[in-house]
């Protein structure tokens, strides 16, 4: 039986651009040799800007390499784009969905694109639709979806036809941890029956877990590949858990060891310890003074931690220890139990629907507070409340001492908002963004150029301001974003998803920074998809479906969903479980009720 071709061959791969405003040229790809073997699920992971998207656009056909051979299912992408165009099927990081059209019509338009045929359709939609569980909702609205049902729609219409090869850019980008499964269950379920060849490029390293290949990008450049067992035997007996000493949060036993490069190569806060990874040299004695004399117990490497060590080994000890920013924001009151938000039976309806029912907690100052839930869960039309961005339609709502719901522009001089989505002026440079939003928050002549120059400084912004920011990569981006929030020293920082898309490595940089500002008495409010994200807020909240489900520190959840107060559950699995277990008890029937 002859050896099928691999589904993607490359050979001295180099791809570069021009952005502009930079001074210099983006090597996205350099000199990038690989070869991905077919009937398997194969992962691309790395840093922004390591060359993931740039390759996947090769392979669909979509731009051609400057130098080197690309061969995808044996065809020469060069030579032929449209043969391999005719066999493969690519979902894009915005896959286009045409919100005014339904479900059914989504399908069917691209099943037109395709030329996939009636009787071929019939089968291929009902086995789509019973994949995705979308077959309830074929009459609804592209634009009623939630982002998790959304980019399940996005996959089946890439699906129409059957493919050779799927290529995949970051499909989970946004999506929450429910929907998230859903949709590995869906492409694992292709590979497993249909033996497909998937490709799939991520910025969640347990998604990469899942994979048989594992390709690590980084600057343009491969720098390591093997199954994960290869990768994570990088990280292997150097990775331990702490338990904080008492009255020290895990986020700040973090910090102190993330700013000891010398010694630690990686710490992330984890089930209400701290995870880290020492460096090979670093001595007993050295460890224990940054833990304070707590105990470390070594536990098994992953491969976020293999890969960790891969990106942390690249990068000069300046940049290692970058992520240390300077406290920038002076506590406008001393008690640190001031309440800065309060909310009451908060209340939004659209028209008959509820997306937020009856919401009541507080905030106080200098706290982060996590905002979580599966996508439609209603905690973005919490956070845009809280903003002064939408108005309530009852309840009482309360930020920085004023009622949002009579003087909400008075509030909005006082909070930093940084949106889910690149929301500054993308045909504008660097410093032009921050001129115009300084402006827009009041900062004029000498004070608005000083503070321009410490948060170019604070983000690593330097040699960019000259740049289009909307041809900056997805990291400098965020950056940009988090600096124009900043200008004004806020006493409230809101953060809708910030990190959406981002590697590992810049959600260490970002969540130092926002220790250091919490730890200045900056209040921050944030939403996330990143579970592991709860872990560094103070306390958090869950909602569903308009509802809230829980509220406490990240502990109290974890015991809240069933975990023992000695027991490891990861704040992902305490999230399903308590999502879970509302959703059962309300399609449960009443007592009493007829069976």
């Not at 590995?184 to 991520?202: A, G």
């Not at 994960?228 to 910090?255: H, M, S, W, Y």
């Not at 309440?339 to 200098?366: E, Y």
């Amino acid at each position: 039986m002859d050896t099928p071709a691999p589904a993607l061959t490359g050979r001295g791969l180099h791809k570069r651009f021009q952005v502009k405003g930079a001074a210099d040229v983006v090597r996205a790809l350099d000199d990038v040799s690989l070869e991905v073997p077919s009937g398997m699920l194969t992962a691309l992971v790395g840093p922004d800007g390591a060359g993931k998207t740039t390759l996947l656009r090769l392979a669909a056909g979509l731009m051609r390499a400057d130098q080197g051979t690309l061969t995808v299912l044996g065809i020469d992408v060069a030579k032929d784009p449209q043969a391999v165009q005719d066999r493969i099927s690519y979902m894009p990081q915005r896959f286009g969905l045409y919100e005014d059209l339904s479900v059914q019509e989504n399908l069917d338009l691209y099943a037109d694109l395709h030329g996939v045929g009636k009787a071929e359709r019939r089968e291929r939609y009902a086995r789509l639709m019973e994949m995705t569980d979308l077959g309830r909702f074929t009459s609804r609205p592209a634009g009623k979806l939630s982002g998790g049902m959304k980019q399940k729609l996005g996959l089946a219409c890439t699906l129409v036809r059957s493919p050779a090869l799927l290529l995949l850019d970051e499909p989970t980008v946004g999506v929450d941890p429910l929907s998230r499964r859903e949709l590995w269950e869906i492409v694992q379920q292709l590979v497993d029956e249909e033996h497909l060849s998937v490709i799939v490029s991520t910025a969640y390293l347990d998604e990469a877990e899942r994979c048989a290949q594992v390709f690590v990008l980084h600057g343009g450049k491969l720098i390591a590949q093997g199954a994960p067992g290869e990768i994570r035997d990088n990280a292997k007996d150097l990775c331990f858990v702490t338990t904080p000493p008492q009255g020290v949060a895990p986020r700040t036993l973090q910090a102190r060891l993330l700013d000891a490069p010398e010694a630690i190569i990686d710490a992330v806060p984890q089930g209400g310890e701290v995870r880290f990874i020492r460096r090979p040299a670093a001595d007993a004695a050295s460890i224990n003074g940054l833990l304070g004399g707590a105990p470390a117990e070594p536990v098994p490497a992953r491969l976020e931690d293999g890969f960790m060590v891969l990106l942390r080994a690249r990068q000069s000890a300046a940049k290692a220890s970058a992520a240390t920013p300077p406290p920038q924001a002076t506590p406008t009151a001393d008690d640190p139990d001031e309440v800065v938000i309060q909310v009451k039976d908060l209340v939004r309806k659209f028209g008959d629907f509820t997306a937020v029912a009856s919401t009541s907690f507080d905030v106080r100052r200098g706290e982060i507070f996590g905002l979580l839930g599966p996508n439609g869960a209603g905690k973005t039309t919490t956070f845009r409340m809280l903003c002064g961005l939408l108005p309530a339609s009852s309840g009482f709502l309360q930020v920085a001492g004023v009622n949002l719901r009579t003087a909400r522009a008075q509030a909005r001089a006082r909070i930093g908002y940084v949106s889910q989505k690149f929301a500054l002026y993308g045909n504008l440079s660097v410093t032009e963004n921050l001129q115009f939003f300084g402006g827009a928050y009041g900062l004029r002549g000498q004070r608005l150029r000083d503070r321009m120059q410490t948060v170019l400084q604070q983000f690593d912004l330097l040699g960019q301001e000259n740049a289009t920011s909307g041809q900056l990569p997805g990291g400098f981006k965020q950056r940009l974003a988090m600096a124009t929030g900043l200008l004004h020293e806020p006493e409230i920082l809101f953060l809708d998803e910030p990190t959406s898309g981002t590697d590992p490595l810049a959600r260490r940089e970002f969540w130092r920074r926002i220790t250091a500002l919490a730890a200045a008495g900056v209040t921050v409010i944030i939403t996330t998809h990143f579970m592991e994200e709860a872990e560094y807020c103070d306390r958090i909240v869950i909602q569903d479906a308009g509802k809230l489900l829980a509220i406490g520190t990240p502990q109290q959840v974890r015991v809240q969903a069933g975990s023992a107060p000695d027991s490891r559950l990861s704040m992902e699995e305490a999230f399903i479980d308590i999502v879970t277990q509302a959703r059962d008890a309300a399609h449960a029937p009443a007592p009493g009720a007829a069976a």
